[in-house]
């Protein structure tokens, strides 16, 4: 099954080739001009200094974060108000951060929190949580847990075996899976991969999302899911495991991946990192953080999910 001639026209392309991921955190920071970023062996060794801030969906934050973290969604039409006062409040240098290597929230955030602080005083730590937990989870926090009870975690190669290519991915899509498309709205921007395919259940909808995995079990469905960039799956997996669901892979990458893979085909370059670059947390409206209405892929509006209250037991 094949989908990719559809979307070539939805691409955005650049002449900046797919990068690896040791050469990523920098590629990206270079992007955003006066940005600070702080390694993950800086942040280790001083983290009472800082106020950090997880800008993750409220799932992704109460699976897993940064011990001491704060939890402020970005993009949300509150985010500026928010770390405002949080700022007012710990006077501390502050550190955001996100999913992992190509997530480019954080340093979006780091940017907007510049229209409000020193520029010394904001920092971005683009590694995220996918690289925190590898070298840190004494110092994480999984399901409000800290230190993270290191027979919870799930480990990096128990993630990659449920990892597909994007091609191999699309070759799997048939009536025995549920495809979902887990990517949130802003960054999704009303576009699907495959069309008549999927579902669309965004992590930061858990009530939807949930309702969405829960009717493809009860139908007897196993399930393939892509986020944006790859990253944010890991969480979702935490997930199946309560859930009892063994049958089910992740797209490599996510969409960017897969984009980049068409766009390879097509002779072109795709960046990781270029999309959704220049969002504003400020002028940006209509999200669905912070419970506002946002609008669903039928174009009505609903209001956002409250983020689930975890069993610690489990």
């Not at 989908?3 to 955190?25: G, Q």
């Not at 897969?258 to 220049?278: L, P």
């Amino acid at each position: 099954m094949r989908f990719f001639p559809m979307l070539v026209c939805s691409l955005v392309l650049s002449v900046v080739a797919v990068l690896p991921a040791h050469s990523a955190h920098q590629s990206l920071v270079d992007q955003f001009k006066g940005i600070s970023a702080i390694s993950q062996a800086d942040l280790a060794m001083q983290l009472e200094k800082y106020t950090i801030v997880d800008v993750r969906t409220a799932l992704e934050f109460e699976t897993l974060h940064i011990q001491g973290a704060h939890n402020i969604e970005y993009p949300s039409t509150k985010f500026g108000k928010k770390i405002e006062t949080l700022h007012q409040k710990e006077k501390k240098p502050m550190v955001f951060y996100a999913g992992g290597v190509f997530c480019v929230e954080p340093l979006q955030a780091t940017q907007a929190a510049h229209d409000l602080f020193d520029v010394n005083e904001v920092h971005a730590y683009p590694g995220g949580i996918s690289e925190w937990i590898k070298e840190q989870a004494g110092k994480t926090t999984y399901k409000g847990v800290s230190p993270a009870p290191q027979k919870k975690l799930i480990s990096t190669s128990q993630y990659e075996k449920h990892l597909l290519a994007p091609m191999a991915f699309e070759e799997k899509i048939s009536d025995k899976y549920e495809v979902l498309d887990v990517r949130t709205y802003n960054e999704r921007e009303g576009v699907g991969i495959f069309f008549g395919h999927e579902s669309w259940a965004p992590l930061n909808r858990y009530g939807k999302l949930l309702k969405t995995i829960k009717q493809a079990q009860s139908k007897g469905k196993m399930f393939l899911v892509f986020d944006d960039h790859g990253h944010r799956t890991q969480m979702l997996q935490y997930i199946f495991r309560d859930l009892g669901i063994k049958d089910y892979y992740f797209m490599e990458g996510g969409a960017k991946n897969y984009y980049a893979m068409v766009a390879k085909m097509h002779g072109r370059d795709y960046d990781h990192g270029q999309m959704g670059k220049h969002v504003d947390a400020h002028a940006h409206q209509g999200t669905e953080a912070d419970g506002q209405s946002s609008p669903d892929m039928h174009g009505s509006h609903k209001k956002q999910d409250e983020a689930p209250k975890h069993d610690h037991s489990m």
